[in-house]
């Protein structure tokens, strides 16, 4: 997803910043109090979660594609927010086992070619006890959707997938808790996920 990430990345933040706000800090809200921990945001991408991002965490942002980083960067300078940011796939995380006490993953999901994978990266650089925080749109189980079906035929080229179903990526999943799953915007399609590691 490298290249059509680099020719988002101009147009990017006008397309999805205002429409995202609002679900973006709802869901960041769920971190509570985050002094002292290291928190990782997987798919930073140009850093629209910053602004919302608490005070008080050692923070990491991970992206595949530079361009996005860059714009990441200029936007925590302008907010005065100390995050190390690094490229990296989602699939293959540059981390080490268990480094992390949540891990944030906006978007990404729906994005990458293998959404079971990239959860799985999450879950082994994340402490036993620690969260993973998610926001992205999924189809249920069994539901047919025609239209995004095929809407995903085409922009799972161009940006994202529209078919993902979450609760797939959970089967077999014994080293995760899910602990809230709840809709976020267009009625359900997107939702706010939190799962926790089992210890």
């Keep these: 997803m490298r290249i059509p990430y680099t020719l988002w990345a101009p147009i990017y933040d006008r397309l999805i ?5 609002g679900i973006r800090q709802h869901s960041l809200e769920r971190l509570g109090d985050v002094e002292g921990r ?3 945001l997987v798919g930073v991408g140009t850093g629209l979660d ?4 608490p005070q008080g965490a050692h923070y990491t942002g991970v992206d595949l594609t530079p361009a996005m980083l860059k714009k990441a960067t200029e936007r925590a300078q ?4 100390g995050i190390e940011l690094h490229e990296g796939n989602a699939m293959a995380l540059p981390y080490e086992d268990a480094q992390f006490d949540v891990v944030v993953m906006h978007n990404i999901l ?14 082994r650089v994340l402490k036993p006890g620690g969260r993973i925080l998610i926001l992205d749109k999924f189809l249920k189980p069994g539901e047919s959707a025609p239209f995004r079906r095929l809407l995903g035929l085409v922009s799972q080229f161009l940006a994202t997938r529209t078919d993902v179903v979450f ?8 080293d995760l808790t899910l602990l809230e799953d709840s809709p976020a915007m267009l009625r359900g399609w997107f939702r706010h996920i939190l799962l926790e590691k089992k210890a």
């Design 167 to 174: 609760e797939n990526l959970m089967k077999k999943r014994t």
């Design 17 to 21: 910043e205002k429409p995202s706000t």
């Design 50 to 53: 910053f602004p919302f991002l």
């Design 110 to 123: 729906a994005v990458v070619p293998n959404a079971g994978k990239a959860l799985t990266e999450a879950t």
């Design 38 to 40: 290291s928190i990782l």
């Design 78 to 81: 302008s907010l005065n927010l």
